[in-house]
């Protein structure tokens, strides 16, 4: 696992060993970021069910303002740390050992214009997440949720006001493009 682009790009990240969590292959997150383009320069990203990190620390390798990552998994987020340390101690990452809703519970009225969310696949965590964010408004007005399931996972019950615009499956992953429907697209 590496930071594929950007201002740390080749650089190699820690992986969790086991089983515990499942990292966004570098094809996948490379189409992620192919589609996203430049909405990540200057965001603010949430990484949620974070990981190792890997999809928070390449929005910040390709220059976002700031980048939140939260992990609840003891041994997941000692990684968060490694990898951290790796690039020099980034000043503009934070990273939270925490639930992810007890995160945005505890963060109500901060935004992002970039959020991912990377549950443990078939657990409904994904839709939970959403419908969280939705009515916390952490979402900015034009900003995108990146969405990473299983291929045989649909989202049936997004709220109102947000709509699937991409929709893309790689092997057994899905990665969905979720924004606002009165908003630019991705």
Same mark, same amino acid.
């Given at each position: 696992m590496r930071i594929i682009a950007g201002d740390f790009k080749g650089r190699k990240l820690k992986a969790v060993p086991g089983m515990t969590t499942r990292p966004t292959s570098d094809k996948v997150k490379g189409a992620v970021f192919n589609i996203l383009g430049t909405k990540v320069m200057e965001a603010k990203v949430l990484d949620l069910f974070a990981g190792t990190g890997n999809l928070g620390l390449e929005a910040l390798s390709r220059g976002a303002q700031k980048v939140v990552l939260v992990e609840k998994d003891p041994m997941a987020w000692n990684i968060i740390k490694d990898n951290i340390c790796f690039l020099e101690n980034e000043k503009r990452l934070f990273s939270y050992k925490s639930d992810s809703f007890r995160f945005l519970q505890q963060h109500r009225g901060e935004s992002y214009n970039l959020i991912f969310l990377d549950p443990p696949y078939h657990r409904d965590l994904a839709e939970r997440a !959403? &419908?969280?964010?939705?009515?916390?408004? =952490?979402? &900015?007005?034009?900003g995108v949720i990146v969405v990473e399931t299983a291929s045989d996972e649909v989202f049936d019950n997004l709220p109102e006001m947000l %709509?699937?615009? !991409? %929709?893309? %499956? =790689?092997?057994?992953?899905k990665v969905w493009f979720i924004q606002g429907k009165n908003t630019g697209r991705v």
């Amino acid at each position: 696992m590496r930071i594929i682009a950007g201002d740390f790009k080749g650089r190699k990240l820690k992986a969790v060993p086991g089983m515990t969590t499942r990292p966004t292959s570098d094809k996948v997150k490379g189409a992620v970021f192919n589609i996203l383009g430049t909405k990540v320069m200057e965001a603010k990203v949430l990484d949620l069910f974070a990981g190792t990190g890997n999809l928070g620390l390449e929005a910040l390798s390709r220059g976002a303002q700031k980048v939140v990552l939260v992990e609840k998994d003891p041994m997941a987020w000692n990684i968060i740390k490694d990898n951290i340390c790796f690039l020099e101690n980034e000043k503009r990452l934070f990273s939270y050992k925490s639930d992810s809703f007890r995160f945005l519970q505890q963060h109500r009225g901060e935004s992002y214009n970039l959020i991912f969310l990377d549950p443990p696949y078939h657990r409904d965590l994904a839709e939970r997440a !959403i &419908e969280a964010l939705h009515f916390g408004a =952490y979402l &900015e007005p034009a900003g995108v949720i990146v969405v990473e399931t299983a291929s045989d996972e649909v989202f049936d019950n997004l709220p109102e006001m947000l %709509e699937v615009r !991409i %929709e893309r %499956e =790689y092997g057994d992953t899905k990665v969905w493009f979720i924004q606002g429907k009165n908003t630019g697209r991705v």
